[in-house]
C-alpha cells in the first residue's frame, strides 16, 4: 500500500463538521459589515516579496523568519500573504481607490505564517480585517473599536475579550522614543537575553513586549512612550479616550503595547481574551498613516485592524450553530421510481428554493434507507415506491416526532413541506 500524504503542518483542514461554525461567523460578519457600510476587496494570495519587506519592515519577525517565500518559474521572489494590510495599500493604490477620497474596506481569507504551531497558532490561518483609508482620526478610531464591540456582542462572546489600547504617537515621536529606548537598553545591556540583545539597535520597541519574566524589571524601568508625546500625539490620544469614555466603551492602557510590525503610528490596539493560553490576542490594529504614502501613493491616513478566525472561533459557542441538515430526506424503493423521484425532487427545489432536500442514491430497502434518512438529520423522509407511483402520492415519515405517517398527493407536496419544513 502506498504512504498516505499528510496536510503540511500548521495548516489545517476545516472539515464538515466545522464549516457550519465558520459559515456562522462569516455570516455575522458580513451583517456587521454592511451595518457599518464597509465594502469586501478581495486580492491575491501571493505578492511580490518587495511589498511585506518593505511594509511590515525587514528587521520584524514576520518578514525575518517567517514568510513563505519563494522564485516561481521567472525567477520573481514571491511571498504567500502573511496578513492583509499591505495587500489592500498595494490593491488600494494600483487600481485608483485611494487617491483623494475615502474608503472603508473588509476582507477575508487565508494568511500565512511559518510560525511554531501551537495552541492557536497555525501556519496557514484565517483573518478577517478592515481597514478605513482618508479617515485622521481620532473618530474613525472609535468607529472601528465600536465596531469590534459590536462584533464581539453579535457573537455573544462580549465577556470573553478585553480592548488594550496605546498610542505610539506620531512617527517623530517614535522615532525620539526609540533612540531613548535604545540608549535604556544599550546602558543596560547585561540585563536583556539574547534575543532581546539583538533588538537593543534594530528594532528595540520589540523588547517591550518580550515574555521572558526575567526581564520584567528592566523593561518595567524602561523610558514610557507616553511620557515623550507631543501635543498631536496627546490630542488625538486624548479625543479618542474622550468618546470611548462618552461611548462606555471600557479599555485598559498597556503601555507595552506596542505591535509587532512596524508600520504603525498613533493608536494601536488588541482585543485578548484570558481563554486562549499565551496565543491571547484575538483582534489586534491601529493607525499605520505613513504606508500609503511608502507604497508610493499619496499621503493619506489610515487605520484597520484584522481578527483571526481560529481564535474567535474557539471562543464562540458552537451551540448557537445550526448544523447543515437537511430538511427533508428522499427515498426512494425500486429502480422504477428513480427517474420519478429525481424530477420530484428538481420540481421541489424550484418551488421551494430554501428546501434542502437530500435524495437517497444506491437502491436499497426502507430500513436502510429511514436510517440513512435519520443518521442525515432530516426531520422528516419523503417516501416515494410502486404504489405512491401508481397513485401520484408520496408517504411521509416523521422522523423527529411521534406522529402516524401521512400519504400526501404530489401536488400538494411543496405546500405541505412549505408549512412542516421551513417554518
Ligand atoms: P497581527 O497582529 O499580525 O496584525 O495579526 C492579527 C491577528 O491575526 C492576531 O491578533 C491573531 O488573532 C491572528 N493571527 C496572527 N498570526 C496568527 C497565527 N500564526 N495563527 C493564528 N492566528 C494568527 C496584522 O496582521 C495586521 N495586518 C492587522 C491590521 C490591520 N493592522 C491594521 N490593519
Not at 90 to 117: C, D, K, S, V
Not at 390 to 409: G, P, Y
Request: glycine share 6%; charged share 20%.
Amino acid at each position: 500500500m502506498s504512504r498516505t500524504i499528510q496536510a503540511i503542518r500548521g495548516m489545517n483542514d476545516i472539515l464538515p463538521h466545522e464549516t457550519p461554525s465558520w459559515q456562522y461567523v462569516e455570516a455575522k460578519l458580513r451583517d456587521v459589515m454592511a451595518s457599518f457600510c464597509y465594502q469586501e476587496i478581495r486580492f491575491p494570495i501571493l505578492e511580490q516579496t518587495e511589498l511585506f519587506v518593505r511594509t511590515i519592515g525587514e528587521v520584524t519577525d514576520i518578514v525575518n523568519k517567517e514568510m513563505y517565500t519563494f522564485a516561481d518559474r521567472n525567477g520573481d521572489s514571491l511571498t504567500m500573504r502573511p496578513e492583509g494590510t499591505a495587500c489592500t495599500v498595494r490593491a488600494g493604490i494600483q487600481n485608483g481607490l485611494l487617491y483623494n477620497q475615502t474608503q472603508r474596506l473588509w476582507y477575508i481569507g487565508p494568511m500565512f505564517r511559518h510560525e511554531r504551531p501551537q495552541k492557536g497558532r497555525f501556519r496557514q490561518f484565517h483573518q478577517f480585517g478592515i481597514e478605513a483609508f482618508g479617515f485622521a482620526g481620532p473618530d474613525i478610531d472609535a468607529e472601528i473599536l465600536l465596531m469590534g464591540a459590536r462584533i464581539w456582542q453579535t457573537l455573544n462572546i462580549q465577556n470573553k475579550v478585553k480592548l488594550e489600547l496605546n498610542t505610539l504617537g506620531t512617527k517623530a515621536v517614535r522615532a525620539y522614543y526609540r533612540k531613548q529606548l535604545t540608549d535604556y537598553f544599550t546602558a543596560n545591556f547585561e540585563l536583556l537575553d539574547e534575543d532581546s540583545k539583538s533588538k537593543v539597535n534594530l528594532n528595540p520597541l520589540r523588547i517591550l513586549d518580550s515574555k521572558n519574566p526575567a526581564l520584567i524589571e528592566v523593561i518595567a524601568q524602561a523610558p514610557k512612550l507616553l511620557d515623550c508625546l507631543d501635543e498631536e500625539s496627546s490630542q488625538h490620544f486624548e479625543g479618542l479616550k474622550r468618546i470611548l469614555d462618552a461611548t462606555k466603551l471600557e479599555y485598559e492602557i498597556n503601555p507595552r503595547l506596542v505591535r509587532g510590525l512596524d508600520y504603525y503610528n498613533m493608536t494601536v490596539f488588541e482585543w485578548v481574551t484570558t481563554e486562549l493560553g499565551a496565543q491571547n490576542a484575538v483582534c489586534a490594529g491601529g493607525h499605520y498613516d505613513t504606508l500609503v504614502e511608502q507604497l508610493g501613493g499619496k499621503t493619506t491616513p489610515a487605520i484597520g485592524f484584522a481578527i483571526g478566525l481560529e481564535r474567535l472561533l474557539a471562543l464562540v459557542d458552537s451551540n448557537c450553530v445550526k448544523p447543515n441538515s437537511p430538511h427533508a430526506y428522499l427515498a426512494i424503493l425500486g429502480d422504477a421510481a428513480i427517474a420519478k423521484s429525481l424530477a420530484l425532487a428538481e420540481e421541489l427545489r424550484t418551488a421551494l428554493p430554501n428546501l434542502h432536500l437530500m435524495v437517497n442514491c444506491g437502491t436499497s430497502n426502507l430500513a436502510t434507507q429511514l436510517k440513512r434518512a435519520d443518521k442525515s438529520g432530516a426531520l422528516l423522509a419523503i417516501i416515494i415506491g410502486e404504489n405512491e407511483l401508481n397513485t401520484n402520492t408520496a408517504t411521509i415519515k416523521f422522523l423527529r416526532e411521534n406522529t402516524d405517517q401521512q400519504v400526501v398527493n404530489l401536488n400538494e407536496l411543496p405546500t405541505f413541506l412549505a408549512r412542516i419544513t421551513l417554518k
